[in-house]
């Protein structure tokens, strides 16, 4: 059973920083695409960050220069590094996996709330 918990969300102010992290479970990690999503209240889930199995990686035009995402195969986990955040960031974020080419996992999402 393919489990990702995402941790780390929170409420910060305008200009702080957040870590988010996602273990993933119950799936082969290091050939997953991993990925980082979010969705506001009223708004579709977006792109935020994806990252392959060899590091390279893919940003929204929106976050790049301010989150940096990175993975850790060893430890089945990828992260999401926000800084300089902004009011506009406010949204529950999602880790996804991507098992080449079509398998999607999600985790549950966590809240990031940041105030301005």
């Known amino acids: 059973q393919v489990q990702l918990v995402e941790s780390g969300g929170g409420l910060v102010q305008a200009g702080g920083s957040l870590r988010l992290s996602c273990a993933a479970s119950g799936i082969s990690f290091s050939i997953l695409i991993m990925g980082w999503y979010r969705q506001a209240p009223g708004n579709k889930r977006e792109l935020v960050a994806t990252?392959?199995?060899?590091?390279?990686?893919n940003y929204a035009d929106s976050v790049k220069g301010r989150f940096t995402i990175s993975r850790d195969n060893a430890k089945n986990a990828v992260y999401l590094q926000m800084n300089s955040l902004k009011p506009d960031d406010t949204a529950v974020y999602y880790c996804?996996?991507?098992?080449?080419?079509?398998?999607?996992?999600w985790g549950q999402g966590t809240q990031v709330t940041v105030s301005s």
């Open positions: 990252i392959t199995s060899s590091g390279s990686t």
């Open positions: 996804r996996a991507l098992r080449p080419p079509t398998n999607a996992y």
